[in-house]
């Protein structure tokens, strides 16, 4: 039976919930793009089916912050999926600020593992460097999905380099994720 994989573009092409902007870029363009790629990976192996938040760029979650981050958790608890996987670009005031990081529900849970496997994948495949897996209870998608639950941040957008690296090989960053996931499930 195949893995049950929703991966969630983090962010609304406009607001309401729309991502971080830096270096040029929008969040919600990068985090797109690459969860595309990461579908068609998926969606080309047999072990793998996938939904994505956002199937189309203009697609839109919700008429707040609050319904959009449900509109997600609730399409992957109905479907339902096996895992939850959003994708997010970093930000910060300091440019250099960089890395990648994932954040799970508890560090108990079996995401932690599934994150610190995707964070390996990508660092591997980005050159970015791996800053750990840690609980954020507080966040809505992953306290309120049903299913394990990841929440990648990928590098930073307002890092020139990373943001860039996003950009232009987003095959980069879904390939890395991909390679998380088989090194996860033994595939």
Do not use: C
């Not at 970015?128 to 049903?146: M, Q």
């Amino acid at each position: 039976m195949a893995i049950k994989i929703y991966i969630d573009q983090g962010h609304n092409p406009v607001n309401p919930n729309a991502g971080a902007e830096g270096s040029g870029y929008r969040e919600q363009d990068l985090v797109y793009q690459i969860g595309i790629e990461l579908a068609q990976l998926l969606r080309d192996d047999p072990n793998y089916e996938v939904v994505l938040s956002r199937p189309t760029p203009e697609t839109q979650k919700g008429t707040t912050i609050l319904t959009s981050l449900a509109a997600r958790v609730n399409e992957a608890n109905n479907w339902p999926a096996d895992y939850f996987l959003s994708l997010h670009a970093n930000a910060s005031e300091i440019s250099t600020a960089n890395g990648l990081e994932s954040f799970v529900y508890s560090t108990q849970s079996p995401a932690y593992v599934l994150a610190q496997d995707i964070n390996q994948g990508l660092s591997d495949a980005t050159g970015i460097t791996n800053k750990g897996v840690y609980a954020r209870p507080s966040l809505y998608v992953l306290r309120k999905t049903s299913m394990p639950a990841v929440l990648v941040e990928m590098g930073f957008i307002t890092n020139q380099y990373e943001a860039d690296l996003m950009h232009d090989n987003p095959a980069l960053f879904a390939k890395g994720i991909y390679n998380g996931l088989n090194k996860y499930f033994g595939l």
